[in-house]
């Protein structure tokens, strides 16, 4: 990926993190401002109704208090029907056809139709009477939402001429007395205050919310975008990039070098190989050059076939050349490097292929590759004395190759280190026993790459087991050839 797409690439990924913690953080705000809205429609709505009150309780007072000088005529009583009660509901009668609003007097055992209580003031005139004061909700009238408010009317020694005692006896007006002392519940005013109105404005003012939110948050990310673009995503970016270019470099620069060195590391092998078979009088000590030149020129090519191969397999570009293999053949190449690395070191080596295994459908140098990685870490790591085994056998359309040795064993909390790339000895971060750190993580990625496995088993001072299972197709013709 070009610098300029990484570079699109996470400023997208940043627009689409701070998209979802925009609808996170609204969602929430959202539901606290709705939350926030209805309790302050409430309050509104409260303080409202209660300013009405008042505002009827004081016309009340008004009449009560000039009740005698409406009823005498120059010192002659003169009942003209007007008190507190009509005058309070002619207020409201008038309040109510001017406003939206609805105002009412309520009471039990009413003596006008008018004042008879619905439901809810029935039950606020039952909270009166238990000493509350004022009874209110947020509930339906009439089919639309509104904020209903009742509050107590108490009788006042006003009030008693008409309503208090004896009771049963009829007032001015011709109605009965109920008997009422002072301070007994003597009705309410009702108030429906409908919400409409409020809650549109309340909506209109969370839109304006909405609105500049929203704003806000695309100011604030295309700020943060800018900052991060600028001062952290393009030096990453740039940085990566040169890092890339670098890796890049090394990598070709080690497949040219390892190539180049293959070239004079065959020619040595091969002249080696001619040395031996014309040098049929050579002494003991020549022999002996001969195979440690052979030997080691083996070692250094399967080291740097490695190398090779770690480029490959990082770079994608690892073809496979898949052909009929017959597996005698591979471990006859295994056995041939092999063999002298082990007499050398004075360890017992043994190749075997079990019956029964039919020609498939692989990379022979994959499977070559696999089996000399497999025993040379077997060798590094056993003492003089000690024995490798190889076996090739057959599972069911699956390729098994065991490889067994005797040596120091990997201790079970190293194990899950072995295959890591530049560690040679299980658990450490040097190549100390004098390999490349890469022959098993080659395994590794050689198995998972046609679909196989490998497993290890191994316990500290017992020696080790690593299995590698590899499905595999058999040739067009798997007829075993008589050996």
Known sequence: ?????????????????????????????????????????????????RTLSAQMDASWDYIDSIQERINYTHGVFDFKDVYCSVAGKAIAV?????????????????????????????AALASFERGADEYFAMTDYEGSPAFRYVSVLRAEPGCLSCHGAPAGE????????EGMAAQDVAGAVSIVLPMGTIQAESHADLAAAVVFFCVLMAVVTVILGWGLSRWVAFPIVSENDKLRREAESQS??????????????????????????????????EARIMDDIEMNSHLLLGQINNVLDTVRLDEGCLGANVEDVDVYDVVALVRRVAEPLSLRQG?????????????????????????????????????????VALCLSWRAGVLVIDVRDTGAGIAPEEIPFVFDRFVSKPGSQHTGEGGTGLGL????????????????????????QFVVELPLETAAHPEEEDR
Request: hydrophobic share 40%; with cysteine.
């Open 94 to 122: 008038r309040f109510t056809d001017r406003t939206d609003y609805s105002i009412r007097y309520v009471r039990e055992n009413p003596r006008s139709g008018t004042d008879v209580p619905d439901d809810f003031e029935r």
């Open 1 to 49: 990926m070009t610098a300029s797409g990484t570079h699109r690439g996470l400023w997208l990924r940043f627009v689409l993190l701070v998209g979802m913690a925009a609808v996170l953080v609204f969602a929430v705000y959202f539901a606290w401002t709705a939350q926030a809205e209805s309790s302050e429609n409430e309050r509104r709505a409260l303080a409202e109704a």
């Open 170 to 177: 009829k007032d001015v007006t011709g109605f009965i007395k």
């Open 252 to 285: 070709n620069f080690l497949s040219i070098v390892t190539h180049e060195l293959k070239t004079p590391l065959a020619a040595i092998i091969a002249l080696t190989e001619l040395w031996r078979r014309r040098c049929s009088s050579a002494t003991e000590e």
């Open 441 to 464: 993580s080659i395994v590794k990625r050689y198995a998972e790459a046609v679909g196989g496995s490998v497993e290890v088993r191994s316990e500290l001072g017992c020696g080790s």
């Open 347 to 387: 360890i017992s080596f043994t190749a075997t292929v079990e019956p029964g295994i039919p020609i498939v459908r692989a990379d022979r140098e994959m499977l070559r590759r696999i089996s000399m990685n497999l025993v040379g870490n077997a060798v590094r790591y056993t003492d003089a004395g000690g024995s």
